[in-house]
């Protein structure tokens, strides 16, 4: 079994600044791609960021505000979100693309930390 653990949510001000962390624990054979993921009140899940391998993917609205790293030694992914706005506030999921032992792949998620950003 495989847990993303998700920490660094919080209330922020407007034009602030937060680092979100994940690290994934349990059964880890290869982990493929690692992102993030908000949903605000009544929107859908929507992509924030991914990356896999030295490649990132950015949703248009955080791009030059976000930046997604990781750090493969420790299996943690991390989003630095700055210049932050209100439109940013919502619960953001961690997601993890692994592959098992058989090659097959799997998605994982974490709880959800929840970022509020005050205007």
């Known amino acids: 079994q495989v847990q993303l653990v998700e920490s660094g949510g919080g209330l922020v001000q407007a034009g602030g ?3 979100l962390s994940c690290a994934a624990s349990g059964r880890i054979v290869s982990i493929n791609a690692m992102g993030w993921y908000r949903q605000a009140p009544g929107k ?4 924030v960021a991914a990356i896999t391998g030295g490649s990132t993917n950015y949703a248009d ?3 030059g505000r976000f930046t997604i790293s990781r750090d493969n030694a420790k299996n943690t992914v991390y989003l630095q979100m700055n210049s932050l706005k209100p439109e940013d506030t919502g619960a953001y999921y961690c997601n993890a693309n692994m592959r098992d032992f058989d090659y097959t792949s799997h998605d994982y998620w974490g709880q959800g930390t929840q970022v509020t950003v005050s205007s």
């Open 61 to 63: 609205s955080v791009k």
């Open 17 to 19: 600044s937060l680092r």
């Open 44 to 47: 859908q899940r929507e992509l």
